[in-house]
């Protein structure tokens, strides 16, 4: 894996000694700081590859701390975890949200949950959520479009998208706080997966097509259950579904189960019908 600057802050750096230790050992340079005041300026400084923030101690405020790095141009694309060993999942979840945060690591203290769930982040085989991740959920629920029944206009769409592309799969892929969940869907049976496993997760990160050759050969998705396992996933196209806000509800995806990257066409068709599912879920708010 590659070295990483990793910025913590935690108000007993004893506490998670094992940790630190673990994560200098694999090569990885730290930096730290106990408190929230002056962290940020350190942070600025430093320019960190990753900012974990400890939510467990009264004295942090870890959610005032990445919305005020947040406000900062420099900062905005920083991937920060806030970390928690005694929060519940539902709680932190909503917290991370809050805070404009890329993910959270939860569980017991143990140098092994808490070092796996930090290279799963670093390696991205997890998707970070969007800076804009409440905003994005908000218009997504505008939409009133999660777990309606199918469409013959959605269904006509992926329809082309798989004839042209020449993809066995296409999907038109929503987001949500846990899942993705799919309005339409053509050579695939599933209503939906988690979203940890969704590459329309990473997909909505962007605004161009994210195009995955060959899964096998991501850090990214190569664990993936869905690469792994059936549906076998090794080819991957999705265009995300951006709306006037600047927040991606999903994505039209293409999948195919071998290798492969898509012609030139077939981007501009993929991007143009990608234009009109946003514009079909759109007038749904009109």
């Known amino acids: 894996m590659q070295k990483r600057k990793i910025f913590i802050v935690h108000p007993e750096p004893v506490v998670i000694e094992p940790v630190t230790r673990r994560l200098s050992k694999d090569g990885h340079q730290l930096s730290m700081s106990n408190q929230t005041i002056g962290a940020s300026a350190a942070i600025l400084r430093e320019q960190p590859d990753l900012l974990i923030i400890d939510m467990d101690r009264p004295i942090i405020d870890g959610v005032a701390l990445a919305l005020l790095l947040r406000k900062n141009p420099k900062l905005q694309a920083l991937p920060i975890l806030l970390w928690s060993a005694t929060m519940p ?17 939860s ?20 998707p ?12 997504l629920q505008r939409y009133k479009v999660l777990d309606t029944p199918a469409e013959a206009i959605f269904d006509d769409i992926t329809r082309v998208a798989s004839i042209v592309c020449e993809a066995p799969i296409a999907l038109v892929s929503l987001v949500d706080a846990d899942r993705q969940w799919f309005k339409s869907k053509q050579g695939l049976d599933v209503a939906e ?22 899964a096998t050969h991501d850090d990214r998705f190569a664990r993936n259950p869905l690469v792994t396992s059936d549906p076998n996933i090794r080819f991957y196209a999705g265009a995300p579904l951006t709306g006037s806000d600047g927040t991606a509800a999903g994505t039209l995806c293409v999948i195919d189960r071998i290798p492969r990257t898509l012609k030139p066409h077939q981007r501009e068709v993929l991007t143009a ?3 009109v599912v946003t514009s079909l879920l759109a007038s749904r708010v009109r």
Not at 128 to 139: D, F, G, I, S, Y
Request: charged share 25%; hydrophobic share 35%; aromatic share 6%.
């Open 89 to 105: 999942t539902t709680t932190l979840r909503s917290k991370t949200t809050e805070a404009g945060a890329n993910g959270f690591l």
């Open 107 to 126: 569980g017991t203290m143990t140098l092994e949950l808490v070092v796996e769930q930090i290279y799963d982040f670093l390696a991205r085989r997890r």
């Open 128 to 139: 970070h959520q969007p800076v804009n991740e409440a905003q994005r959920l908000q218009t």
């Open 193 to 214: 997966t988690p979203r940890e496993l969704a590459f329309c997760a990473h997909a909505i990160h962007d605004t161009e097509i994210l195009e995955v050759r060959d």
């Open 273 to 275: 019908l990608g234009r």
